[in-house]
């Protein structure tokens, strides 16, 4: 399994859950390095020169915005979909929970794909901020910290 060893937390994710599969009898080997090599060897997973390098891959976190769909990630033409997934019956569902005014449509994407099951997902880490007292701003500048935004263009200095 390829994963970006930067920040180090990837590396001790993945060493931990490599750990847990050992313990039922699923032995995954582990190969760090930089995102870029990342992205160039699992984005391009018919190229002679990778074919034998990786089974999986972790990339980072993906922000999809508010819209619950998984319409990047999932849907076969997908700009996210790094796995080169294909289902036309998910196509269709994502399709549906993005066009259509049913709100069902959105339950049916996320109930067919929690069943297909086309990824496995791992919790992310959160982040711990500090600043000092005399640091301040409009509410939306901090409330992104915890999930790896930082917007300084809309704090300022108070003394």
Do not use: C
Not at 16 to 28: E, L, M, P, Q
Not at 38 to 58: H, L, R
Not at 74 to 87: E, M, V, W
Not at 102 to 118: C, I, R
């Amino acid at each position: 399994m390829l994963y970006p060893s930067d920040p180090v937390i990837f590396g001790e994710q993945v060493t931990a859950w490599a750990s847990d599969a050992k313990k039922v009898g699923i032995n995954i080997t582990l190969q760090g390095g930089t995102l870029n090599h990342v992205f160039t060897v699992a984005d391009d997973p018919g190229s002679p020169k990778t074919i034998n390098q990786w089974a999986m891959a972790v990339y980072s976190e993906f922000y999809l915005g508010p819209y619950p769909t998984t319409m990047g990630i999932f849907s076969t033409r997908g700009s996210l979909n790094g796995g080169f997934y294909s289902n036309p019956q998910a196509d269709k569902l994502i399709t549906a929970s993005v066009t259509s005014g049913n709100p069902d449509a959105v339950k049916a994407e996320a109930s067919y794909l929690t069943q297909v099951q086309p990824s496995l997902f791992q919790p992310n880490y959160d982040i711990i901020a500090v600043w000092k007292d005399n640091v301040s701003g409009r509410p939306a500048a901090f409330e992104a910290m915890t999930q790896y935004g930082l917007n300084p263009e809309l704090m300022y200095l108070t003394g």
